[in-house]
Nanobody, 119 residues
């Protein structure tokens, strides 16, 4: 099991920046993949923003490529999402996600942190 706690959300003007943090309750070095998802107002599904594997492979959603950067600090058990050139359409509740693969696959979510981008 792992508990995930997000922080760093807030209100920012368009073209501004924010850095989100996801602190895990245990070592993340053996967690197969960690990532960020978001759910915008009125959307029922969560959209993948960025993911990073334990081997360092990175994936970005098309809407954030070139603007957002995901990174991980295994020593601090923390994953970061640096968000630059923010747009009003980036407004959403951002969730941290962890995928642990054993014989069975386990998925964990944080409670989310709100990001609001004003125009």
């Amino acid at each position: 099991q792992v508990k995930l706690v997000e922080s760093g959300g807030g209100l920012v003007q368009a073209r501004g920046s924010l850095r989100l943090s996801c602190a895990a309750s245990r070592s993340i070095s053996s967690i197969h993949r960690m990532g960020w998802y978001r759910q915008g107002p009125g959307n029922q599904q969560r959209e993948v923003v960025a993911r990073i594997t334990s081997g360092g492979e990175i994936y970005y959603g098309d809407s954030v490529k070139g603007r957002f950067t995901i990174s991980r600090d295994d020593a601090k058990n923390t994953v970061y999402l640096q968000m630059n050139s923010l747009k009003p359409e980036d407004t959403a509740l951002y969730y941290c996600h962890a995928l642990i693969v054993r014989v069975t696959t386990y998925a964990y979510w944080g409670q989310g942190t709100q990001v609001t981008v004003s125009s």
